[in-house]
């Protein structure tokens, strides 16, 4: 059974960097890509980046891309996430979750959510 476990959230200024984790057991290879996902307050769920497990292949969704890097350790089954130049719109809940690699409808087949880990962007 997939689980995945975000960690590395806090509050930063605006400008300054986090690095969230997640970590993942039971992975399967029908998910063929981890994503990050995260909600504002009062705001759709939207997706950030992903990365297709197998070769690193990253996709960014446009709001974050120069500022956010995904990378993953095969080895210690984490993926991590590090964001700087943080804005305050950057702040919100983060989740990881796994589905499909699909550049082409990049959000599309990811549905399974956990705790989700705390970024807040404030000065």
């Known amino acids: 059974q997939l689980q995945l476990v975000e960690s590395g959230g806090g509050l930063v200024q605006p400008g300054g960097s986090l690095r969230l984790s997640c970590a993942a057991s039971?992975?399967?290879?029908?998910?063929?890509?981890i994503a990050w996902f995260r909600q504002a307050p009062g705001k759709e769920r939207e997706g950030v980046t992903c990365?297709?497990?197998?070769?690193?292949?990253?996709y960014y969704a446009a709001s974050v891309k120069g500022r956010f890097i995904i990378t993953r350790d095969n080895a210690k089954n984490t993926v991590n996430l590090q964001m700087i130049r943080l804005k305050p719109e950057d702040r919100g809940i983060y989740y990881c979750t796994a589905g499909p690699w699909n550049i082409a409808n990049a959000w599309d087949g990811f549905g399974s959510w956990g705790q989700g880990t705390q970024g807040t962007v404030s000065s």
């Open positions: 039971g992975f399967s290879l029908d998910y063929s890509a």
């Open positions: 990365i297709k497990t197998s070769d690193g292949r990253t």
